[in-house]
C-alpha cells in the first residue's frame, strides 16, 4: 500500500498527530493509498518553509536561472511520464488515453509556458514633464506576490494544480498545495521530480487533507499565506474567500458551471455532434467547461438527439489501462450518489430520458466501482434543477429554441459565466454570438481548444480573476512603479 506524506521543505514527513485517511481508486473502490492528513503545524511548517525559501535561494535566482529549473520540472514530469500516467488514472480512474493526451502533457506544457512567458514579458514605463523642465521617468517592476496557497480539485489533478503552481513558481513565488483529498497522487509524485530538478527546498510544498477545519482551510485561514488561487465549487469559493477576507489577501478563482452549447441549424452536423460528445462525455462528464445544457436549432433538434444518443450509447466503461475504454467512472461514491441523485430528481421533475438515467451494471472487481451511464434528457423546464444546477457527470439536457435572440435568452439564464459553445457555419452569427453570451470562454465550432496564451476563467458566479498568458503573471505578481527624477 503506498503511503502519501506532506512535501515540506524538501522532504517528505509524517503527520505528527499520526491521522490518515485512505484514498481509494473509484474504478473498483480498492484502497490505493494512506494518506496523512495535516493538522495546523504541519500546515504552519509548510508556509515557514515556503517564507524562507523566498528569503532563500530562490529569490536569488536570476529569471534565466528560474527558467532553466521549470524546464527540468517540465522534463522531470516528462522523463516519469508512465509513472504519472498510471497515478493520476489511479486516483480518477480516468481512461489512459485521455490522460496520456491531456492531463500529463499539459502538467510539463505549463511549466514550460509559463518560464517563457516570463523570460519576455515586458513592464511599462512612462516619461513625465516636471516644472524644472528635467523630466522623470517612471518604470514598472514585477515582483513575487509571496506564498501562494493553491487549492486544486480532483476532476484534472496535476493539469489544474500546475496550471497554478507554473506561473506561481515562474513569477518568484513559492507555493503551499493542498490537493484534494480524493486524488493526492500526482501532487505529491512531482516533489521528487522539484527535487531532481534542483528547486531548492521550500519552493514547492504539499500538505494533504481536507477542506472544512482541515488542511485547506488551515491553509486558507494561516496569515503567512499572501495570495490564495482556488479551483472548484462555488459554494467552497464564498468559504475561501471569508478566509482571504481576513488580512486582505488576493484570490483568483475558478469556479462552478452550468455550461451551454448553441447549436444552429446551418452547423456542420458531424463535427457539431463529435465536439457535443467531448463537452458532455469527456473525463465522465467532471469538467467545468463541459456542456450540461444543448440548445438545438428546431429543424434540426429530432436528428441531433438522435446523434447524439448513438454516440453517448457507443461509449465504453472499463479499466483505466483498457485501451478500448472510452468512459472512466465518476471520482467518489459520494460524488456518484450526488449524480444519481440528479437521474432521479430529473425523471420526478418530468424529463424524457433519451438515453442512460442509471448505474452501469459492472462486472467483477469493477461492479464496486464509481459508474454511471452517460445520460441525455429532453423536456425539462428551464426552471428544472437538472438545467439550473451543476451537476459534473456525464449528462446534458437538450432542448429546441426557434430564434438567436431566444438561444441567447436560454444560454444566458443561469448564474454562472464559465464557458460556451457556438456551433454554427454563419460567420456573422458566430461573432455576434460571441458577444452576447455571458461567458469567459466562447468557444465557435470547437470545444476544449486550449491555447494557454488566452485569458481562461469565468463571469458572474464561475470565478474571480483569469489566469493564462500575462493575465496570470498579473496575478502572482506585485507590480512596483519606480519614478526616476532626472
Ligand atoms: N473544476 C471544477 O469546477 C470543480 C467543480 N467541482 C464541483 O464541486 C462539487 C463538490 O466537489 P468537491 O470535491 O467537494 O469540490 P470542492 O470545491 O469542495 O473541493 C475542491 C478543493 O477545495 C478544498 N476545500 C473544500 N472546502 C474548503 C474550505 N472550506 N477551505 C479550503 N479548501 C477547501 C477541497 O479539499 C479540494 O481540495 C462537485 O460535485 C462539482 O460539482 C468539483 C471539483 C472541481
Ligand atoms: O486549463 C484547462 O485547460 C482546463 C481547465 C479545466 C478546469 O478548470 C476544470 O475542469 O475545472
Request: proline fraction near 6%.
Amino acid at each position: 500500500m503506498r503511503e502519501i506524506k506532506h512535501f515540506i521543505n524538501g522532504a517528505y514527513v509524517g503527520s505528527a498527530s499520526g491521522r490518515t485517511f485512505a484514498d481509494r481508486s473509484p474504478t473498483d473502490n480498492r484502497q490505493i493509498a494512506v494518506v496523512h492528513e495535516a493538522g495546523r503545524d504541519e500546515v504552519d511548517a509548510a508556509v515557514r518553509a515556503a517564507r524562507a525559501a523566498l528569503a532563500g535561494p530562490w529569490g536569488r535566482l536570476t529569471v534565466a536561472e528560474r527558467v532553466e529549473r521549470l524546464y527540468a520540472v517540465a522534463d522531470g514530469i516528462n522523463a516519469r511520464f508512465d509513472e504519472f500516467l498510471e497515478a493520476e488514472c489511479l486516483d480518477t480512474g480516468k481512461p489512459y488515453s485521455l490522460a496520456r493526451h491531456v492531463d500529463i502533457p499539459r502538467g510539463a506544457a505549463n511549466f514550460k509556458v509559463f518560464a517563457d512567458m516570463v523570460k519576455n514579458v515586458a513592464t511599462e514605463s512612462f516619461t513625465m514633464a516636471t516644472p524644472d523642465g528635467a523630466g522623470a521617468l517612471n518604470y514598472a517592476l514585477r515582483r513575487p506576490k509571496g506564498v501562494i496557497g493553491v487549492i486544486s480539485p480532483w476532476n484534472l489533478p496535476l493539469l489544474l494544480m500546475t496550471w497554478k503552481v507554473g506561473p506561481a513558481l515562474a513569477c518568484g513565488n513559492t507555493v503551499v498545495v493542498k490537493p484534494s483529498e480524493e486524488t493526492p497522487l500526482t501532487t505529491a509524485l512531482l516533489g521528487e521530480v522539484m527535487n531532481a530538478a534542483g528547486i531548492p527546498a521550500g519552493v514547492y510544498n504539499v500538505i494533504h487533507g481536507f477542506g472544512p477545519e482541515s488542511a485547506g482551510a488551515f491553509l486558507t485561514e494561516h496569515p503567512g499565506v499572501d495570495a490564495i488561487t482556488f479551483t472548484g465549487e462555488t459554494r467552497t469559493g464564498t468559504a475561501i474567500m471569508k478566509a482571504a477576507a481576513v488580512g486582505v489577501r488576493d484570490v483568483s478563482f475558478e469556479l462552478g458551471g452550468k455550461n451551454p452549447a448553441v447549436v444552429f441549424a446551418d452547423c456542420d452536423f458531424d463535427a457539431a455532434i463529435e465536439g457535443t460528445l467531448r463537452s458532455a462525455f469527456s473525463n465522465c462528464g467532471q469538467v467545468c467547461l463541459g456542456t450540461e445544457r444543448v440548445y438545438v436549432e428546431r429543424p434540426l433538434f429530432e436528428r441531433f438527439v438522435a446523434a447524439l444518443k448513438e454516440g453517448a450509447e457507443r461509449l465504453r466503461p472499463g479499466r483505466p489501462d483498457d485501451p478500448q475504454t472510452t468512459l472512466g467512472p465518476l471520482v467518489s461514491q459520494e460524488h456518484r450518489a450526488k449524480v444519481l441523485g440528479y437521474y432521479a430528481k430529473a425523471v420526478e421533475q418530468g424529463a424524457t430520458v433519451v438515453t442512460g438515467g442509471e448505474p452501469f451494471v459492472m462486472e467483477g472487481p469493477l461492479a464496486e466501482g464509481c459508474w454511471v451511464k452517460p445520460t441525455i434528457w429532453t423536456g425539462l423546464a428551464d426552471d428544472a434543477a437538472c438545467v439550473r444546477e451543476e451537476i459534473f457527470g456525464p449528462c446534458c439536457h437538450v432542448r429546441p429554441f426557434d430564434s438567436e435572440e431566444e438561444a441567447v435568452r436560454l444560454a444566458n439564464d443561469t448564474p454562472y459565466g464559465l464557458a460556451a459553445a457556438v456551433w454554427t457555419g454563419n460567420l456573422g452569427r458566430a461573432h455576434r454570438m460571441a458577444a452576447t453570451l455571458d461567458a469567459g470562454i466562447v468557444w465557435i465550432n470547437s470545444w476544449f481548444l486550449r491555447d494557454l496564451r488566452t485569458p481562461f476563467g469565468g463571469s458572474k458566479q464561475s470565478g474571480i480573476g483569469r489566469e493564462g498568458g500575462v493575465h496570470s503573471l498579473e496575478f502572482y505578481t506585485e507590480l512596483k512603479n519606480v519614478c526616476v527624477k532626472l
